[in-house]
């Protein structure tokens, strides 16, 4: 049997030079390439010969279509010559002519034409039955697991295809004499033979050469074979990176040991690998900060943010770095671990591959009674009824102008309005009883909450002959949140190339481009559109009796001052807006906070060959981040009238109202920019000496720059978006000389100058990687990297202080003696010793000054504060680990599994100290700081073939745990105050970095609850807290916890495959919510759901409410009880993180509609909790916080 070879040289040569000359041109390659596969695809026939023969025909059908012919040359001997005149004739027409006629057969296999001789039709019938059938397959690793993208080809033809997400593949119209060739990297390659079976089972087996080696472990610098490895990693299954996610973190959760994820109210995670690295975690806001985030590397590159711009589609592998062996070759990026992506490729000889997915997720609205948890209408008029003139909110005398911002809720203005003989007792009972009937919890959910969802639509294509391969991929997702307004479309595309220009010369191309249109207009957003974004903002501080809307459906007005003052001063008609009343669903209908990102990455390389094992890489990666935020308000919101009315001038002799800031829109703009490239060339040797001796090595140079600029625009006062106008200041936006005084009497200007900040981070870094194995049993390996950079110190003993690593590996199940062992398949023992490190950007070697924008009001001078007082040895953080390791697999590889043993020991670390005060402070950010994590980490697997392939059960747990504990640390005195607080003031030399302290309750002594105190001392809660907190301060244990456990398990039954994931956090405590005791003096503070506790507790067991009937310093308080030892609970708990049913359709029937592999899946998220608090709240969303809802997906797979 032959298969004619299209003639004629390679149509991609052309496009090759173009892309050497222009390779910026990114949408040119794209539309070349994939024009070339498309144009194969559909191409129109023209001939015009005679008296030819029939194989010159094919010849030239082959070159103009690309389709490849089967048939044994005995079949074309004594064929007539034909003549034709083929002119734009599609593949089918053209056949028909060309063998009419002829005495002989054809059938056509995707792009590939099978010819025989033709038979009688009975006998044609009983031979096509016999030796033509439909097949499908499934390849398992040496494990037994499925191996997904192997290349499978039909021997003696140009049919190739590759194994799915499953480890399946099918043929369809293949013959049973015809054999399958089956190969993967690291893989033996085998020949199997069809025969009649039409499911055929592909059990692969490691290979025996170097050059056949699996390359498991991805650095982003190199691949290298699990053999050689001697580092820690973990790498995620085919089947989990297959599963329907908005972004690829979600599909990392309870996948690997010592990777501890905490989920934000979307669901989106926050990983910590093996413990905190680093001590300065935490910016202005509490928030963590990427000082703690894991290093996140996409196709060989470190990338700016987070996993938001890596469409989860796009995604081939992912590989966790956890020790220095595996992630020292990092340098300074490195200590918190590295989780290495690589995404899809085409791959090379495979022809046009079309997939298509598509999913919508659902969830229901949020729980109000969780997530604001107040107390009800009737407790809260109680609450206020009761603490009015006592404790909380006293008479309002209208001193002005303190009292007018008293933002009260409307029943303790009545209570108010009342004492002031303004209202009768009779009026003030009736508006009280009338608030207790009322609940305006339907009103919120239905006025300003929604279902969230998500619909996400991936398109890919991926086309390639033996010299060039391409990949395209198209995403739109579209994010509806909790909130009513708020939304987020993404637009994401990503191309990339392979070219092979030469032998010796290799080409790669990516491009990214990701756009995101973000809309924050809903109720989670303070008003000021520049303060911290507060998830309850519009919700929380709304009474419960407080109705959105009234009965006749009309707005009703929400408090935001203390409104019956102002109209006896001034009547608000006398202002520009009459209107200043306040009503959350006219907010948001009025105004328009958008963000929009326009992200891209850029990466190219080439590879030169220069000779046996030894080849060069020069390689470039360019990204640009590109947001900009746009926060307009029209005059129909609360947030404009505000501040025109606010601003405006009284005279209180003539009564007259004069405004400073002229009527209509506000706008507030700003732009975030942030740029980077990294140069990168390498030097890569790989070779195998007289069998025994194979050596590896890697070296290069690294230039990496990095520059972040924000820009924010003056604020546009009267903004008017149909004309594009900005309003004029009627008496000019003050100044120091001449400022504005507003209505109140306080002076104000308006600032009305432009705001940039720029910031330039730079590196230069030479790196190196060796190792050496001999026969194949014995890896010794090493690493070595130096970053110099503008962020730390000049001091070169500092500056190019190397991070390094040295390991070693023994394949025990080789040696001589484990050969009796039968079921022993594998075991291998690791061990690694070195250093990574932390870049640390909040502080600075040298002073820093800030000077603020604009000059004093008073004193006409510009005012400057000292930002950081210098850390003249700034340094990297280095954190050194030790990591001893075994690997196992057993019984066939029907049970396998990894253990670790580790120590980071983290030295230099950076965090507050107290230093003498004759340095001009008492505190004072310094590398001097240490802390050590140690920990075990467990993994075991299963794959139990209960009947042949139709049904199998694959089962992973993983365990770790991990103590945590800073020991070097120098602190003058520990605040109580600090400590409760949490956050980096919370250190303490010889504990746990989080731990969760609490003041120890005493009981009511004197009629006042009290807390212990230093030495069997005790206090109340008017007196300040004293000495060193650590003396009399509970330790209640870590908020982290210290053991972790994931359980994944998949049960593949025919055609149904259904897989769950649990994970479970134990060890760990957590502050659950308790009464808020709010003082109502000058907000609105509402009490919450927790009255009850208090109103029937006991007061020896919880803090009552005061027992005096007047408590003037009652908003002390607040310093003390939400840090009771009381509120402290267990925070282990158990989560039912996923499940997923897929079901996928028999080839037969997706055959039928020209689909190659149909899935229809379903998937569950976030289902439920089982917790061991006595509260029942959820540890990680305790009450008053949003949490992620049940989640549920339908969605589709295909491929064309």
């Known amino acids: 049997m032959k298969i004619n070879e299209r003639p004629g040289g390679n149509s991609y040569v052309g496009t090759l030079r173009k892309i050497l000359i222009l390779m910026k041109l990114t949408t040119f390659i794209l539309l070349i390439s994939l024009v070339q596969v498309s144009a194969i695809t559909n191409a129109q026939i023209t001939i015009k010969e005679r008296n030819i023969t029939l194989q010159k025909i094919m010849d030239k059908i082959s070159l103009q279509s690309g389709y490849d012919f089967i048939y044994l040359d005995s079949d074309l001997i004594n064929l007539k010559a034909i003549s034709v005149d083929l002119k734009n004739e599609n593949i089918n027409t053209a056949l028909k002519i060309c063998f009419a006629d002829q005495p002989l057969t054809y059938f056509v296999n995707d792009k590939t034409v099978m010819i025989k001789k033709k038979q009688s039709y009975l006998l044609n019938s009983v031979v096509q039955s016999i030796l033509v059938q439909d097949i499908k397959g499934i390849v398992l690793d040496e494990k037994g697991a499925p191996l997904a993208g192997v290349t499978v080809r039909l021997k003696g033809s140009k049919i190739v295809v590759t194994t799915d997400g499953q480890g399946q593949f099918f043929l369809n119209k293949v013959g049973k004499e015809q054999q399958l060739q089956v190969s993967f990297v690291g893989y033996r390659t085998k020949d199997i033979v069809i025969g009649v079976s039409r499911d055929i089972t592909v059990k692969m087996e490691l290979a025996t050469s170097v050059l056949e080696e699996v390359a498991v472990v991805n650095t982003g610098y ?501 004309t594009l106008g900005v309003g004029i200041f009627p008496n000019g936006p003050g100044t120091p000389t001449a400022p504005i005084v507003d209505w109140t009497g306080f002076n104000q200007s308006f600032e009305y100058v432009n705001k940039f900040t720029h910031v330039t981070d730079r590196y230069f870094s030479l790196f190196g990687n060796a190792s050496y194995t001999y026969k194949r049993k014995y890896t010794l390996s090493g690493s070595i990297r130096t970053d110099a950079s503008n962020l730390i110190t000049d001091d070169p003993s500092y500056r190019y202080a190397p991070f390094w690593s040295l390991g070693g590996s023994w394949q025990i199940s080789k040696e001589q003696f484990m050969q009796e062992s039968k079921w022993i398949d594998h075991l291998a023992l690791r061990a690694t010793y070195g250093y990574n490190g932390n870049v640390d950007r909040s502080t600075s070697f040298r002073p820093l000054i800030a000077i603020e924008p604009s000059p004093n009001l008073y004193t006409g001078d510009y005012r400057a504060t000292i930002s950081s007082y210098g850390n003249p040895n700034l340094r990297w953080e280095k954190t050194g680990t030790w990591n001893i390791g075994v690997d196992y697999s057993l019984f066939g590889g029907s049970i396998f599994g990894k253990v670790d043993v580790y120590n980071k020991a983290g030295k230099d670390l950076i965090a507050t100290l107290s230093i003498p005060g004759v340095n001009g402070t008492t505190r004072q950010n310094l590398n001097n700081a240490a802390m050590t994590n140690k920990g075990i980490e467990l993994e075991i697997g299963t794959v139990q073939r209960l009947r042949g392939n139709d049904i199998v059960w694959r089962g992973n747990a993983n365990f770790s745990y991990n103590k945590n504990q800073i020991t070097k640390l120098f602190v003058a005195n520990y605040y109580a105050s600090s400590l409760v607080g949490g956050g980096s003031n919370a250190y303490v030399e010889g504990e746990d970095s989080n731990t969760l302290w609490a003041y120890e309750y005493t009981g009511v002594k004197n009629n006042q609850p009290t807390i212990a105190g230093p030495n069997g001392t005790f206090f109340d809660f008017a007196t300040n807290t004293p000495g060193n907190g650590t003396t009399y301060l509970l330790n209640m244990g870590t908020t982290v916890a210290p053991y972790t456990l994931g359980f994944t398990n998949s049960f593949k039954v025919y055609d149904f495959n259904f897989s769950f994931i649990v994970t479970g956090k134990f060890g760990h405590k957590f502050k659950r919510e308790g009464f808020n005791y709010p003082a109502t003096l000058q907000s609105r503070v509402l009490p919450n759901k927790k009255i009850n506790e208090v109103l029937n507790g006991d007061l020896m067991q919880v803090i009552p409410l005061p027992l005096n009937q007047i408590e003037p310093r009652y908003y002390f308080w607040g310093r003390f009880h939400p840090y009771m030892n009381y509120l402290v609970e267990n925070a282990s708990h158990i989560r039912m993180q996923e499940i997923n049913l897929t079901y996928n359709l028999p080839f037969r029937l997706g055959s039928k509609i020209n689909l190659k592999r149909v899935q229809v899946f379903a998937q569950g998220n976030d289902l439920f909790t089982v917790v061991a608090n006595k509260a029942g709240e959820d540890p990680e969303y305790p009450l008053g916080t949003l949490k992620p809802q049940p989640r549920i997906s339908l969605g589709i797979k295909c491929e064309l």
């Open 222 to 722: 190199q691949t290298i074979s699990k053999e050689r490895a001697t580092g820690a990693f973990n790498t995620i299954s085919q089947e989990q990176l297959e599963k329907p996610a908005t972004s690829i973190a979600q599909r990392l959760i309870g996948t690997t040991a010592g990777m501890q994820a905490t989920l934000d109210a979307d669901g989106n995670p926050r990983f910590e690998i093996r413990g905190q690295s680093a001590l300065n975690i935490r910016d202005g806001f509490g928030v963590r900060n990427q000082n703690a985030a894991p290093l996140v590397v996409v196709d060989g590159f470190p990338i700016q943010g987070d996993f938001s711009t890596i469409n989860p589609n796009d995604v081939e592998t992912v590989t966790v770095l956890k020790d220095a062996a595996a992630a020292s070759i990092w340098g300074a990026k490195s200590a918190n671990g590295v989780i290495v992506v690589v995404t899809k490729k085409g791959k090379k000889g495979t022809p046009l591959a079309i997939n298509f997915s598509a999913f919508t997720r659902i969830s229901k609205k949020l729980d109000l009674d969780y997530v604001n948890p107040l107390a009800s209408s009737s407790e809260t008029i109680d609450y206020e009824m009761k603490s009015f003139g006592n404790w909380g909110a006293s008479i309002n005398g209208g001193n002005f102008p303190n009292d007018v911002y008293k933002a009260w809720s409307p029943g303790t203005i009545a209570l108010s309005e009342y004492n002031l003989g303004h209202i009768s007792l009779q009026d003030r009972d009736a508006l009280l009883t009338k608030y207790k009937g009322l609940s305006n919890k339907k009103q919120i959910k239905d006025e300003l909450l929604k279902n969230p969802s998500v619909q996400q639509y991936n398109l890919d294509f991926s086309g390639s002959n033996e010299r060039m391969s391409n990949r395209v991929s198209l995403l739109y997702e579209n994010t509806q949140s909790n909130f009513k307004y708020s939304d987020n479309k993404k637009y994401n595309v990503n191309y990339n190339t392979s070219a092979d220009i030469f032998k010796w010369l290799k080409l790669n191309f990516g491009g990214l481009v990701n756009y995101n249109k973000i809309n924050r207009s809903g109720a989670n957003y303070n008003v000021n559109p520049y303060g911290s974004p507060n998830p309850l903002a519009d919700i929380a501080n709304i009474a419960p009796y407080e109705m959105l809307r009234n009965e006749d459906g009309s707005l009703n007005n929400i408090g935001k001052y203390y409104t019956p003052i102002i109209d006896k001063l001034v009547p608000t008609s006398l202002f520009p807006y009459a209107d200043w009343t306040y009503n959350p669903i006219q907010e948001i209908e009025n105004r328009k906070y958008t963000s929009e990102q326009l992200n891209t990455r850029l990466q190219a390389g080439l590879s030169f060959k220069i000779i046996k094992g030894l080849t060069f890489d020069t390689k470039i990666q360019y990204e640009l981040f590109n947001t900009t935020n746009r926060n307009w308000n029209n005059e129909n919101t609360f947030y404009v009238r505000n501040i025109v009315n606010s601003a405006a001038s009284w005279n209180r002799v003539t009564n007259r109202v004069t405004p400073n800031l002229p009527k209509g829109g506000i706008l507030e703009q700003g732009r975030v920019k942030t740029e980077s490239y990294i140069f990168r060339n390498q030097l890569n040797f790989e070779r195998k000496f007289k069998e025994d001796h194979e050596i590896s090595f890697i070296g290069g140079t690294e230039i990496n720059n990095l520059v972040s600029q924000t820009f924010t625009s003056p604020t546009a006062y009267g903004y008017n978006s149909e």
